[in-house]
Every structure is written in structure tokens, then in C-alpha cells.
């Protein structure tokens, strides 16, 4: 008798050990999801602005809800950024923002324009308060 004949137990094992084998491989060959890359242009930093000028940017749509920035330029420096708009529906997002937005705030006055870091755990926020600033700022500018 072969060890590999139809009936076998042997044949079974064998098999479910090549089936679970060739799984292991194409899950392993999956490659994980990326976020698509956000274009990187040319940015601003705060205009050159005789006075007081305060600025609201476009609001950016971002996965978890809309993000709004608002900015306030005196003669040339940016003195204030605040996040206007949000995600707030659940918890969570709460959670995210309490931290990441008063990052994202100090960044922006240290940089003096909208090249600030994405705080991690929140690219999403980070990325659409990034957007609104830079767009801010280019309205402050004309």
C-alpha cells in the first residue's frame, strides 16, 4: 500500500499542510495600503503684511471630517492659528484632537508657514489643517 493513496490519512494531511502553506505565502505577498501621497508644493511662509490681518482657510474634507484653519498676521509674523472646523462626532476623534491640534498650532508659529509635521496618530487631521494653513496664508498674502 502507498502511503499517498486516495484513502490515506496521510494524503489528507499532506494536502492541508500544502493548502495552508500556499495561504501563508499570499497573505504574506500582500502589500499594506498606503495613503496616496499629498502634493507637496512650494509653500508660503507667513506674507509681508503692514498691520493686522486675520484669515480663514478653505475647509479641507479629510477622511474623518471637515478641517478649517483660521490665521492672524501682524506685519509679516503669524501670531495666532486656530482650528476652526474639526472632527468631533465621536470620542475618539476627541481624543486625537485634544492633542494633535495644539501641536499642530505650536508648529505652525514656530515655522512661521504651513512646513509643519504631521502628528502621528492623526495624518489625517494633520494633513488637512496643513492644507487650510497653507491656503490661509496665501489669502493673507494677496
Do not use: C, F
Not at 26 to 50: D, E, I, N, Q
Amino acid at each position: 500500500m502507498h502511503a499517498l493513496r486516495k484513502n490515506h490519512p496521510l494524503r489528507r494531511i499532506v494536502l492541508a499542510s500544502a493548502a495552508t502553506v500556499s495561504g501563508m505565502v499570499l497573505l504574506l505577498s500582500l502589500k499594506p495600503h498606503t495613503t496616496p501621497a499629498v502634493a507637496v508644493t512650494a509653500r508660503s511662509t507667513a506674507p509681508a503684511v503692514k498691520g493686522t490681518r486675520t484669515v480663514t482657510g478653505d475647509t479641507v474634507q479629510t477622511r474623518w471630517g471637515p478641517v478649517q484653519v483660521r490665521v492672524t498676521v501682524k506685519d509679516g509674523k503669524l501670531t495666532e492659528v486656530t482650528a476652526v472646523t474639526y472632527p468631533t462626532d465621536n470620542p475618539r476623534d476627541q481624543e486625537i484632537n485634544s492633542y494633535a491640534l495644539p501641536r499642530l498650532r505650536s508648529e505652525a508659529l514656530q515655522a512661521q508657514s504651513a512646513d509643519i509635521d504631521t502628528v502621528s496618530g492623526a495624518t489625517y487631521t494633520s494633513d488637512g489643517y496643513r492644507q487650510s494653513l497653507q491656503s490661509a496664508l496665501d489669502s493673507a498674502g494677496s
